[in-house]
């Protein structure tokens, strides 16, 4: 069947997020980020809590690499950049529609009381007027995104 | 000249206190964030930026650790201190030995303040260089353009030089039911 009709690219999105996984290297991680694109093409950057950009995650159909003050590293999915990249396994693609509070294309989902589940994951959308979205994997050991998104930042002056 | 302003502010200038506005463009300066706070240090390795808008964050150095407290988000994260600390503008402003950390180069005067660039020794920090500035001698502004090209300009305003500074405002309790993480 024909894709849907080729959208604008939708708006990016922006915010910080405060990762916590307590698998047996327990990690957390504190950051801003800003996301664009979608499942097939997209673009995740990392920055520091005071302002400088760490690492962008980009990917494409037949591409997905990681950039950082060393350079373009190439992986061979996803999944395997997210660990590098956040030291976790937290399903990129995905994002760019579960933080607008929808399930990915990417597969089925089951709704849930105040979100959904999708890819093993619980998204819970119950303060997302507030802006805030909440990613949890369902399986543990407990590894969990508090994400909350900014207002699309002022253009430039 | 400015490299004797950077001196003297590390050599006289044992603690400091001064409202700040900071602005982060994206590399290809389409996306401006604004945010500001309070900053406070004290020499040779503790500091504390305080953020109040347009969300609540505070990054406190202890000396051993760096707290990173998003209220928010309800999270804390905790580092060492030399894995953090580095090549960032909090040891170029707090820093004991700014020369050990950085390479230090003047720069032409320019809005009525003294700039230095300073170009951190460890290569692969992801900070291509900042840039600090004086202002009648007085701390001014600080400007980091990392390896991405992405620029934040910090301004700072009310400064005070040598004020009293309680210990306490550089250690860092988690309150009850935040997360506490040490990697």
């Known amino acids: 069947?024909?894709?849907?009709?080729?959208?604008?690219?939708?708006?990016?999105?922006?915010?910080?997020?405060?990762?916590?996984?307590q698998g047996e290297v327990p990690q957390s991680l504190s950051a801003s980020f800003a996301l664009e694109g979608t499942a097939e093409q997209g673009l995740f950057?990392?920055?520091s809590p005071l302002g400088s950009r760490l690492a962008e995650a980009r990917w494409q159909p037949g591409r997905v690499w990681l950039r950082d003050a060393q350079g373009d590293h190439d992986y061979e999915d996803l999944d395997d950049l997210a660990r590098h990249a956040l030291g976790e396994s937290v399903p990129l693609e995905a994002l760019p529609d579960w933080l607008r509070g929808r399930p990915s294309p990417l597969g089925f989902s089951d709704a849930l009381p105040g979100g959904f589940q999708q890819m093993g994951w619980r998204i819970d959308l119950s303060r997302q007027a507030e802006g805030r979205i909440e990613l949890q994997r369902v399986a543990p050991p407990l590894l969990r995104l508090r994400v909350r998104l900014e207002a699309e930042g002022a253009a430039a002056p | 000249d400015a490299l004797g302003t950077l001196q003297a502010f590390v050599d006289e200038v044992k603690t400091g206190r001064a409202s700040f506005t900071q602005t982060v463009s994206s590399p290809d300066g389409s996306k401006v964030k604004r945010?500001?706070?309070r900053f406070e240090f004290m020499r040779p390795d503790r500091f504390r930026f305080a953020y109040d808008a347009p969300f609540e964050q505070l990054i406190v150095g202890d000396g051993q650790q760096v707290w990173l407290h998003d209220v928010d988000l309800e999270q804390v994260t905790v580092r060492p201190m030399n894995q953090a600390l580095?090549?960032?503008?909090?040891?170029?402003?707090?820093?004991?030995k700014v020369d050990k950390d950085f390479k230090l180069e003047a720069l032409p005067d320019?809005?009525?303040?003294?700039?230095?660039?300073?170009?951190?020794?460890?290569?692969?920090?992801?900070?291509?260089?900042?840039?600090i500035a004086f202002r009648d001698k007085a701390l001014s502004e600080v400007e980091i353009l990392d390896a991405f090209g992405q620029r934040s300009r910090i301004v700072f305003s009310a400064v005070e030089s040598n004020p009293v500074l309680a210990a306490d405002r550089f250690r860092f309790t988690p309150p009850k039911g935040a997360d506490v993480l040490r990697p």
């Not at chain 1, 894709?3 to 990762?19: E, T």
């Not at chain 2, 580095?86 to 004991?96: I, V």
């Not at chain 2, 303040?113 to 840039?131: C, E, F, M, V, Y």
């Open chain 2, 86 to 96: 580095g090549a960032t503008p909090a040891a170029l402003l707090a820093g004991g």
């Open chain 1, 45 to 47: 950057v990392l920055n």
């Open chain 2, 35 to 37: 945010s500001s706070g």
């Open chain 2, 110 to 131: 320019a809005e009525g303040q003294q700039w230095l660039r300073a170009t951190p020794r460890i290569g692969d920090s992801g900070i291509q260089s900042l840039k």
């Open chain 1, 1 to 21: 069947c024909a894709s849907p009709p080729r959208l604008s690219a939708p708006q990016s999105l922006s915010g910080r997020f405060a990762l916590v996984s």
